[in-house]
C-alpha cells in the first residue's frame, strides 16, 4: 500500500459515514398508474444508477427519494398544553425504520407516544419486508379509539408485489403494544396503492389493481378487508382508470381519488358506501378535490363522515425579484359539496429557495400534506414542512421519529392516532 493510499484509508475511515450514505437499490412502487398497463422498473435499469445520498422515507413510500429540501421554513408554533390535550386522542403511534448491525440491517419499529407529552410509552419491533435487497418505508392507519393500527408494509419485485399488514392494539394505558400479523390473504399480481383502517378497527380497506402482468392490470378498485373473518368485499367499474388516496368518511363511507390515466390529472374525490358485499366503485358522489399543485402532485384528502367537509393542503409558488421562490402552504378545510374553502387551518412557507423541478421548491411542493384527523377535524396530524398536530391555526411539533444521524434515514413521517 502506497502512502497516499494509506493516508485516504485514515482517512475515510475517520469521516464515519451515515450507514444510509450508500443504500440498498430499490425499485420504488408506482404511486400512479392506469388501468390498461402497469410501469415496472427494470432492475437493470436501475443498478446503473450510483447515488451517494441520504434517503428518504414517507408514509407508505420508499427510500429511493431525494432527501428533503434544507429549507427553512416559518409558521405559527406553539407548545403541547393541558387545555390542547384534552380535544386531542391520548396517543400517537410513530411507525418508523432505522440502521442496525452498522448498517447492515433495516429494522423497522412501532413506538406509542404519549399525546400530552410526547413521551415515550412502550414500543416494538416489527418484521421487515425485504425485496431486491431493500425495504419501503411503512405506513400506518389507526381506528378512532387511539388504540388500534394497522402497519402496513409493501415491497416489489420485478415479477410480484407482497403487502405485510400487522395489527396492534395498545394497552389502556398505552404502556404495552401486542403485534400480530394479520392474515390478510393479497394476491402475488395485486398493487396495492394505500390501505386505510375503518374508524371501528374491524375493516381494512385497500386501493388496489390486480390480475397485474408484465404491462398491464386487468383490474383495478378498492378492496374492504373484515379483520375477523378475513371476508373481502371488492367495489369495481369498467371504467377505465384506478383509485387512489383511499380514506374512511366514517364507518360505512370510504373517500377516494380517481385518476384515469397518468398523462391526465385526477377527475377528482369520490365517496362509496361499502355497506354490502361489494359493488360499483363509481355508484357514489363526487366531492370536493384538492387542487394539482405545480408538479401535478395530488396532496392527500380526508374527508369527514358523509362528505360533509374534506381536509386537505395546497401549496403555491411565488417568484420573487431575485430569481428564487417563495413556496407557501396552506391545510385547508373545504366544503365537500361545493369544493369552496370553509376556512384556513394553518399557513406555512418556506422563503427565498431555489425554483425548478429539481430544485428545492420542487421538493416541497409535495411535502404538505394531512396524515390523520382527531376527534375535531380542525385538529389534523400533518406533515407539512414539519410533523405534528394543528390546534388554533398552530402547529404543535410531535416527537417520536428518530434523527437521521442516529436512523441513518431522513424524512420519516409514518404517524397516526
Not at 432527501?67 to 408554533?77: C, I, V, Y
Not at 369495481?236 to 388516496?245: E, S, Y
Request: net charge neutral; proline share 7%; glycine share 10%.
Amino acid at each position: 500500500m502506497t502512502e497516499l493510499e494509506d493516508r485516504l484509508k485514515r482517512e475515510l475511515r475517520e469521516l464515519r459515514p451515515l450507514p444510509s450514505s450508500i443504500r440498498p437499490l430499490r425499485v420504488p412502487q408506482p404511486r400512479r398508474f392506469a388501468r390498461t398497463w402497469r410501469w415496472l422498473a427494470p432492475l437493470a435499469a436501475a443498478a446503473a444508477v450510483v447515488a451517494v445520498v441520504t434517503a428518504v422515507a414517507t408514509a407508505g413510500g420508499d427510500f429511493t427519494r431525494g432527501a428533503s429540501a434544507p429549507a427553512r421554513p416559518t409558521g405559527l408554533t406553539a407548545p403541547m398544553t393541558a387545555r390542547m390535550a384534552t380535544r386531542l386522542p391520548r396517543y400517537y403511534v410513530v411507525a418508523f425504520q432505522r440502521y442496525i448491525n452498522d448498517g447492515r440491517t433495516i429494522a423497522t419499529y412501532a413506538a406509542v407516544h404519549k399525546t400530552s407529552t410526547g413521551a415515550l410509552l412502550a414500543s416494538v419491533r416489527v418484521p421487515t419486508l425485504m425485496t431486491q435487497g431493500g425495504a419501503n418505508g411503512p405506513s400506518i392507519t389507526g381506528a378512532a379509539g387511539d388504540r388500534t393500527f394497522v402497519l402496513v408494509e409493501s415491497g416489489q419485485t420485478s415479477v410480484d408485489d407482497v403487502v405485510w399488514c400487522f395489527l396492534l392494539r395498545v394497552a389502556a394505558n398505552g404502556r404495552s403494544v401486542k403485534l400480530s400479523k394479520l392474515p390478510v390473504s393479497i394476491p402475488s399480481s395485486m398493487a396495492i396503492d394505500d390501505a386505510a383502517l375503518s374508524p371501528d378497527g374491524t375493516r381494512l380497506a385497500m386501493a388496489a389493481q390486480w390480475s397485474c402482468g408484465a404491462r398491464r392490470c386487468d383490474d383495478a378498485g378498492i378492496r374492504v378487508v373484515d379483520l375477523a373473518t378475513g371476508n373481502v368485499a371488492s367495489w369495481t367499474t369498467q371504467v377505465n382508470g384506478a383509485p387512489f388516496k383511499v380514506s374512511w368518511a366514517g364507518n360505512d363511507e370510504l373517500a377516494f381519488e380517481w385518476q384515469t390515466s397518468l398523462k391526465d390529472p385526477p377527475t377528482g374525490y369520490r365517496l362509496i358506501s361499502v355497506t354490502g358485499a361489494g359493488g360499483d366503485l363509481l355508484a357514489g358522489p363526487a366531492i370536493a378535490s384538492p387542487t394539482a399543485e405545480p408538479t401535478d402532485y395530488v396532496p392527500a384528502a380526508l374527508s369527514t363522515p358523509g362528505g360533509k367537509d374534506v381536509i386537505t393542503s395546497e401549496v403555491r409558488n411565488v417568484t420573487t425579484p431575485t430569481g428564487r421562490v417563495d413556496v407557501v402552504a396552506h391545510v385547508i378545510e373545504l366544503a365537500g359539496s361545493t369544493g369552496r374553502t370553509v376556512r384556513v387551518l394553518y399557513t406555512t412557507s418556506a422563503d427565498q429557495v431555489t425554483g425548478g423541478g429539481n430544485g428545492e421548491a420542487g421538493s416541497l411542493d409535495q411535502e404538505c400534506n394531512v396524515l390523520s384527523l382527531g376527534p375535531e377535524v380542525t385538529d389534523p396530524l400533518v406533515q407539512c414542512f414539519s410533523v405534528g398536530v394543528l390546534v388554533d391555526g398552530k402547529l404543535v411539533t410531535l416527537p417520536g421519529f428518530p434523527s437521521p444521524a442516529s436512523s441513518g434515514i431522513s424524512g420519516q413521517d409514518a404517524i397516526a392516532w
